[in-house]
């Protein structure tokens, strides 16, 4: 367990279970932000919540992009096949 599970966790022992963050159980999601076809920036969101931006053109986004158009073609290949 990291240290940030291990704090979120002794912090919820503390505290009634009703006022634990409703945001540390949602999950993380990334999305693209388009103009004109082309991907500018990709927001990582928790729920509604904006947590940061990521530049498309960084190692990270290429990867994030990567990711997403393999699953996107081999989704759209299982439709295709059905």
């Known amino acids: 367990m990291s240290e940030n599970e291990t704090?979120?966790?002794q912090g919820a022992a503390s505290q009634p279970a009703e006022s634990a963050p409703q945001?540390?159980?949602?999950e993380i999601t990334y999305h693209a932000v388009e103009k004109d076809g082309v991907v500018t920036a990709i927001w990582e969101m928790q729920g509604?919540?904006?947590l940061r931006t990521i530049?498309?053109?960084?190692?990270?986004?290429?990867?994030?992009l990567r990711l997403y158009t393999t699953e996107h073609h081999e989704e759209a290949g299982e439709a295709a096949a059905s």
């Open 48 to 50: 509604r919540k904006h």
């Open 7 to 9: 704090e979120i966790n």
């Open 23 to 26: 945001a540390a159980t949602e």
């Open 55 to 64: 530049d498309p053109r960084s190692r990270q986004g290429q990867d994030i």
